[in-house]
């Protein structure tokens, strides 16, 4: 995925290869500025002119990125849901709930419009929304932060899509909201057995949620694998700073925190060789001048480092 | 002592406090439909906070702590209560008194796009302060910035640029410095990490403990992130509907929370580990949160505790020493 600027084509995403199963949650990690959103706009072909995408995006057997103007309104519409992090902003203020969700359904003509106002409650209920009955005549700003997520999510999820993508869906959100939230989508993923992909910068939401794990940096994949072998045995120095530079609520004492030093690259002035050698505590020579493959690093793991943690002695000691 | 007369401002685990805050409480007045109704923004908080120690404030937006921490550095005025830095009533002091003071008492804010200047040089930001106390000018001022900055981690040679050429973690540094240069003894910091991206916050983190350490500091440290919180504090005290339900140490407030409130707060948070994932059970908390309005009666928690009896509805548990250093608001503690 590229975008061309004043200072030559910019890759916000380079060479990203992933899948997801039907009931599988896979998470996409990674700071501002590394791709993530640019990554699920992508696969909805909602990348901003003049962006321009290359490679291919299979649904099922389809190519996103070879599908008709009508095609792809209808995979958008039917088959993909997506929830953004503001529920505020994407949301119509002038329109009550209600009408809302039944407008993305009759959108997209799934159900009639008899059967799209009788679906409309029972999706709010299904998204836990109190007297769902009284508050689907509501308008968004009667909605607390939370229950306009819930009616978000409600509204993604009417049109029975086998894909959601979830964009930083809590990040805005007060963490007992967030905890209901993200126990809501967990459910829903086993329910309706769709498939999710959750964007976010949070690790211990990815460790809540997720099966398998992608995280990025500056564009790229820099590691990725099951959720338990990227938190119990990460191999990428990115990785496992960024485990280790986060507080937790379990550790004993006050241990200092692993700072990761500088800030993400802009993606117009990259460095040479490896993308996050300026910021490595454990960068040898050939980091400087030579870019790593991502290779394959354990069981499903991959990861893109000439060094790999696992070849480094007491990396907490090191500076 | 008695009981009784033990409140969380007179704790008797703090033998130095630096600030005393007592019966504070803050209302708004708002338009409201016949132009009578009155936001508690903070209804009778008291506590203490001892030399050199780092209390955590914590709560879901709308508590109240925000402008709890403005009350006590007087940026706000109080509506009515004491806040008592060292003997002095911060609440009675009023002009050049008051300013005089403000040296000792600093401010971090959360966002460091809107806290900065936009049009004033890192050197004008950081050396304002000199100027306004008439403390440096000149050349003396000079020097006095480029140390500060130096001991935030900024590069000295950068005293003429502007904040916009600066990322988000060292504008945050900026802020840091221009509160530090008149060698404060109290920092109140309102949110300083929750805007900066995850690799960025271990820094300023960092740097805020060194700085302690460095200068002998006492942080009012005010977030929504319980980890972070924890990580920083040495005591934590939680909010909830401008009131304060909870204040101890934070290790002990982790390991065995007291109000209902700090258990469901503390099952809320997720850690970064599948295991424990898989293992933890959130509290889900029912309805949504009353508006500071027209707060509930009583434990204004009352209306979403999981263990609310009918006496929560009808008399306000006070803030009261449960064990030694823990206080608590609530008739049933510990039975979350």
Redesign the interface.
């Known amino acids: 995925m590229q975008f061309p600027t004043s200072s030559g084509l910019v890759r916000a995403v380079d060479g990203i290869s992933f899948d997801v199963d039907r009931g599988e949650v896979v998470g996409v990690v990674g700071e501002s500025g590394s791709g993530k959103t640019m990554t699920a706009l992508s696969l909805l072909r909602l990348v901003p002119e003049p962006g321009k995408i290359t490679g291919r995006i299979l649904f099922g057997d389809n190519d996103v990125l070879e599908m008709t103007d009508e095609e792809i309104r209808e995979f958008r519409g039917n088959q993909v849901a997506m929830i953004f992090q503001d529920p505020m902003t994407s949301m119509n203020p002038v329109l009550r709930v209600g009408f809302q969700i039944e407008e993305a359904m009759a959108a997209h003509k799934r159900f009639s419009g008899q059967q799209s106002r009788d679906r409309v409650v029972p999706m709010l209920q299904r998204v836990r929304i109190p007297a769902a009955q009284e508050r689907v005549r509501d308008f968004p700003h009667q909605f607390s932060g939370g229950m306009r997520q819930r009616a978000m999510i409600a509204m993604g999820l009417s049109n029975e899509p086998s894909l959601l993508i979830a964009d930083e869906p809590t990040t805005a959100l007060d963490v007992t909201v967030q905890a209901s939230i993200i126990e809501l989508l967990r459910d829903l993923s086993r329910e309706l057995r769709a498939a999710v992909i959750l964007i976010t910068h949070n690790m211990a939401l990815v460790a809540s949620l997720c099966n398998r794990v992608i995280v990025m940096y500056a564009g790229r994949v820099v590691e990725q694998g099951s959720t338990r072998a990227i938190f119990k045995n990460p191999q990428h120095p990115y990785t496992w700073s960024l485990l280790k530079s986060m507080p937790r609520m379990d550790e004993v004492g006050k241990e200092r925190l692993v700072s990761i030093k500088g800030v993400p690259p802009d993606l117009g002035k990259l460095p040479d060789g490896c993308k996050f050698h300026p910021r490595c505590r454990f960068k040898v020579d050939r980091c400087l001048t030579e870019e790593p493959p991502l290779e394959e690093v354990g069981p499903g793991q991959l990861a893109r480092c000439w060094v790999l943690m696992k070849n480094v002695a007491n990396p907490e000691m090191q500076r | 002592m008695q009981p009784s007369t033990v409140t969380a401002a007179t704790d008797p685990t703090i033998k130095t406090p630096l600030l005393r805050v007592e019966n504070v409480v803050k209302h708004f007045p708002t338009g409201g439909a016949f132009g009578r109704a009155v936001v508690h923004a903070v209804d009778d908080v008291s506590l203490a906070i001892a030399q050199g120690e780092t209390l955590g404030l914590v709560g879901?937006?709308g508590c109240g702590k925000s402008t709890l921490g403005r009350l006590i550095v007087q940026l706000q005025p109080v509506t009515s209560g004491h806040v008592f830095f060292k003997d002095t009533d911060l609440t009675k002091l009023r002009g050049e008194k008051l300013r005089r003071i403000r040296q000792q008492v600093q401010m971090i804010f959360q966002d460091p796009y809107a806290s900065l200047n936009p049009r004033m040089t890192v050197g004008d930001i950081v050396s304002e302060p000199l100027r306004n106390f008439r403390i440096a000018r000149g050349r003396k001022a000079e020097q006095r910035v480029q140390e500060v900055m130096r001991v935030v981690g900024l590069n000295p040679g950068f005293v003429n640029r502007y904040p916009h050429e600066f990322?988000g973690?060292?504008r945050q540094r900026i802020g840091i410095a221009r509160a530090l240069v008149l060698n404060p003894t109290f920092m109140v910091a309102d949110e300083p990490v929750s805007a900066l991206?995850?690799?960025?916050?271990?820094?300023i983190?960092?740097l805020m403990?060194d700085l302690q350490q460095q200068f002998n500091l006492t942080y009012l440290f005010i977030a929504?992130?319980?980890?972070?919180v924890?990580?920083?504090s040495d005591r934590i005290a939680v909010m909830y509907l401008g009131k304060i339900v909870e204040i101890g140490p934070s290790?002990a407030i982790?390991d065995k929370p007291l109000h209902p409130y700090t258990k469901?707060?503390?099952?809320?948070?997720?850690?970064?580990?599948?295991?424990?994932?898989a293992e933890?059970k959130?509290i889900?908390?029912k309805?949504?949160?009353p508006s500071p309005v027209n707060p509930p009666p009583a434990c204004r928690f009352h209306t979403r505790c999981p263990i609310a009896q009918k006496i929560c509805s009808e008399v306000e548990p006070p803030l009261e020493m449960k064990e030694r250093g823990r206080f608590v608001a609530c008739h049933f503690p510990g039975q979350l």
Not at chain 2, 224 to 228: C, I, M, R, S
Not at chain 2, 264 to 277: A, H, N
Request: aromatic share 0%.
């Open positions: 879901e937006s990322s973690g060292q991206d995850v690799s960025i916050q271990a820094q983190v960092n403990e929504h992130e319980l980890a972070v924890r990580h920083i290790d982790r469901v707060l503390e099952s809320s948070v997720p850690v970064p580990d599948p295991d424990l994932e933890r959130p889900l908390l309805g949504e949160i």
